[in-house]
Each structure stands twice: as structure tokens, then as C-alpha cells.
């Protein structure tokens, strides 16, 4: 019987080690004024120095569920962190929160310190373009948890808003009016039914090129998930958005829901945009239903907000000035109307 | 060729409900006064009135580490999330800072709500006791990424303190005295080697009984990590604490000197306590060296105070008060004394 160190039993502290140094030099790329770097190193201190009055924090955690198995195929590693913190940002902004900073959880069967910086990097400049902090994180090496070169991420946010301007969809009528801005892709939802008709239905792979979407299989499905911050960002202040829902998991069918007070539900035109090349032709080679389709994708749509009638042309001027594609997708209407 | 949909694609959505359920009800039992429930439900909302001048929030996010695989083999599902919670509470105490609210992120293979609810059942208990909000969190289903039965799951707190009442080490000098507190166990560090050991070098499964140990292999390695708040709050206001160290992975080794200023280090008493049972019988079972055994395990020693020989006995008498055992386990030094 030989001794028994912690390198021949899996975990290499000096790759750990060397995974921080590179971390800690990306996330200080992206600390705002708040940060209070320098002070301990067991946790990452903030501070709330004039904010905003009677804050209220709005914290959200998020995976990139099994997207990531589609970065692991092409070995793209540094749009996942983009997916993570965009996704995290739109959760909380759809109650009105703008970000403050950002944690995430990396979890691997062995740590190669250039991937993990590959990853950190997208999260780093994903927190940098939403002006929110990477305060900190875990890197962990886990072995016999992990397949070879595949690891798992989770983010967790924390943003800040006024009291008084938290968005909770208590203002929403019927008759109120729906503004969708589109989505980029698939976002960060319905990666399982994705990869199973693209790689086992249709047997294709990450290269494999797709007329109908004018790019790769890769490339299509790893399209990064959008934050919705600098679109919203200036809307936030004039209280003309009633309500805001952001698209995943569960689609528009189960999301939007979760913005309207109870007894209204919504009317949706399907006529009033065109779905993306992408979701009619993963319908139509996985012969899926409609029903299926829209409570599994995002269909196009990643959030959409909710203002009274007369408020919809300054709020799709606004968007449109932002540089967004905003269309009126339908209505709020009695649930048993 | 048949019609795809997301459940055979290894995504049960009914599934997903039922634990998002189980989990809410869960969660309302932790809600603190600050959580505005009812508001929205995209992200957790936690409103900051009336908490402390000049806050600053701390915040760290961690994982359970390999310490999940002897809870599958025990099918012990109950515990990781105190592990969770209070490796969490501990990392942000060590900087002087109360917890707030804690978020998890749960990833599984294929979700069991009776597992998921017994993990949130643990996160849900840790959090009352450490007076600590569960705000939210995501339950991942990712099909082909965890073994059948297995998980990950990583915890995110953000905790508050008065700027003047942040705990950094700046003022720690030579001569300063090291108080030490008992661990409960391996806390959460050391399960990669503690497991080869147990497992591979000795042949042992988790039902065995060690004699040393008066427990089984799994009763000894579930022990929970202990959350050491309730010993530390009644201290954080007087400024006697000038420093502390959590010793997690690293042990006192690399965590020690985390809280210390440049040109100091730290001399400790090997003899000032008896090093639990478990410690001396996986150092001889593996025959690891001392070094090793330091820079990989607690050692029994769970956090690290440092305060001005003067205050050492005040402290002592009050640690005591508290219920606790602490011991004088070494002093500040020179580095290069």
C-alpha cells in the first residue's frame, strides 16, 4: 500500500490555484465603483452607497442547462458565459432591477485551467456589457461527477430597485397591450428536445450546415442568450411598463402568465411576427405540435412587456430609438372572457 | 419516424411542477420580514429597510464538493443542504457580515421530487437557523450529464454589514492571539482523498463501522458542516475580532493566512488540542503525511479568531457563554521572524 496524496486521488490544487489567479484577473475587468476590492478574500463585499432610495435587492439563480452540451460538442466554451449572465440579467430586470453584481458556480471532473478561462472570460465580458460585477465564484473540481471535458455552471444575480418602482404586474387591465422584442435564438430553453432532432433524428452534427439557417448546427444553437437590459434600461424610470415577462423555460405559455394578476390572461396574434427559421425547422423535422413547440421554445419572442393602450406608441418609439425590432404581439383580456 | 416531444427527450416538466411546488412551501417557511413575497416571481425580492448605516453586502457562493457521493451511497439526501447553507453563512461571517437570503441551484439527471425535497428540506432548516431567507433558487433537470440517483448543487448567500464594522485583518499585528473553534467533522474539504481512503484504500462501504471512529464510514463523513454564527454574532459588534479564517479546502495552511496582512504569519501550537479520531485514523489508513494532512483537512479546527492579547480572555468568556469550546491555538508572528 502506497501513501495516498490528493493529486493521485483526483483533485490538483496547483491547476485549481492557477484557474483563480486567471479568474481573478477577469472578473476585476469588470468591477463597477460599488466593489470594495481588496478587503478579505472569503467573500466579495458591495457597497450600497447611494443607490437608490428604499432598496429592495432582486436576486435570481440560473443554469445553462443542456446548451451545454452543444458547447461541449464544438468546443466553444466562451459564449456560455454570455447565456448564464444574460439570463440572469433578464430575470430580474423584467421586475425592474438593473444589476449590481454576479456570482457563478463552475463545477468540473478535472480542471483545465484554459477552459475555465474560456468560460470566465464570456461571463466577464457578458458582466461587463451589462455593468454588473463579477464579485466571486466557485471553481470546483469534482471527480467522478463529470464525463471527460464536461462541467456544469450556475449564476446567481443580484440587482437593485427602488421600492416603488418594482415591476409586479398589480397595474395590469384588461385591454392592456403586449410589445415583444425578439429573441436571438433559442436562448438558453428547450435544448434537450433541440439536440435530440438535430443529432438524432436528423443525425446531424455541430458542422453540419443547414440551408434554412443559413449556418452550421453549432453555430445556430449556440447563438447567445440577449440581455434586454440596455433596451428596457431607459423605460425603467416612467412607470409605463405595467408588466414584463421573460421567455424560457415553459415558453410564452407558461411565462407570460406569471406577470398577470389573476383573472386576466392574454391574447396572443400569431400572425404578428415570423416564427425564426430555426423553430420551424426543428418543428418540422421533429414533427412537433404547436402546442409543444410554444411551451418549450421561445418561439422567436424572449420578453415582452405589458402598457396601457395609450402608452404603446411612446414605449415602441423608445424601444425602436433603443435600436430594438419591437412589434405589438397581442392583449390582455378577462381570463374567462 | 414519430413525433418528438420534451418528455421522451428526458425533460419531465410535470415533474419539475411538483418540485417547484414542494420547494416554495419549503422556502415560505425560511421568509424573513424582508422578503417581499408575492412580488412577482421571476426573482426573489428582499427590501433592505432599516438593516444597518453604510451597508456593504457581502456575498460567496460554494458548492458540497465530493462530500454528495458518500450521501448517494448513504441515500442520505437531508443533510447536504446544512453543509450548503452553513459553508456559506461562515464564509461571509469571517468578513464580519449577517446572512441576508440564499439561493440554490440544483442539478440532477432526471428529478425525483421526493430527493429534491429532501435536499430543500436540509437548505430549508439550515437557513432558519442561521435566520436566513431562502429567496429562490433553480432545480435543473439535464438529462446525460449526472449519473441516475446523482446531483450537483451549489448555494448563494448575500449577507449585510456596517462598513465600519467589516472585518478585513488590516488591523492584525505580531503578537495577536489565535483562538481556535471545533469543527463537527470534514465540514466539506477533503472528501476526494477521505473517500479513497475509506473506500478504495480500506475496501469499507458507508455501513461499515469503524471502531475509532465509535460511528460508520457514513455516519462519520455525513456529519454535517457546522454554521458558526450563533457563537460569532454576540462578538462582531465590539471589534474585538480582528480577523477570521474559515478553514475550508486549503486548511489552516492556506486559509489562515487569507486574513492576515503582508508581513505577518502565523505560529501554531500542534499540541494545544487533540486531533479528532477521524483525522488520525485516515492520516494512518492512507498513510499521509502531516503536511498533506494540513493543507488538505480542518484538522478539527473549524474557524480561526484573532484578536489582541488583551481581548483574549473576554472572548474566551464569551465563546464560552455561547456553549462553545474554544482553545488559545497560536499566535501572530513575523514572516520572517
Known sequence: ????????????????NEA????RALARGTYTPGVLSGVGSFGGLFALDGTVPEPVLVSSADGVGTKLKVAFM????????????????????????????????????????????????????????NRCALLGGETAEMPGFYQAGEYDIAGFIVGIVSRSAIID????????????LPSSGLHTNGYS???????????LGVDSYVDELGATVGEELLRPHRSYLAAIEPLLAGGRIRGMAHITGGGITENLPRTLPEGLH???DRGSWTIPPVFAWLQASGRVDDAEMFRTFNMGVGLILVCAPGDVDGVLRALEAAGERPWRIGEVVPAHG
Open 1 to 16: 500500500m502506497s501513501a495516498v496524496d490528493y493529486r493521485q486521488s483526483g483533485v490538483n490544487i496547483d491547476a485549481g
Open 169 to 180: 404586474g398589480s397595474r395590469i387591465e384588461a385591454g392592456d397591450q403586449l410589445i415583444a
Open 266 to 268: 392574454f391574447s396572443i
Open 193 to 203: 428536445l433541440a439536440r435530440r432532432i438535430a443529432f438524432d433524428v436528423l443525425g
Open 74 to 129: 464544438a468546443g466553444v466554451h466562451d459564449t456560455i458565459g454570455e447565456d448564464l449572465v444574460n439570463h440572469c440579467v433578464n430575470d430580474i430586470l423584467v421586475q425592474g432591477a438593473r444589476p449590481l453584481f454576479f456570482l457563478d458556480y463552475l463545477a468540473t471532473g478535472a480542471l483545465a485551467p484554459d477552459v475555465v478561462e474560456q468560460i470566465v472570460a464570456g461571463v466577464a465580458r457578458a458582466c461587463r456589457e
Open 20 to 23: 483563480v489567479r486567471r479568474i
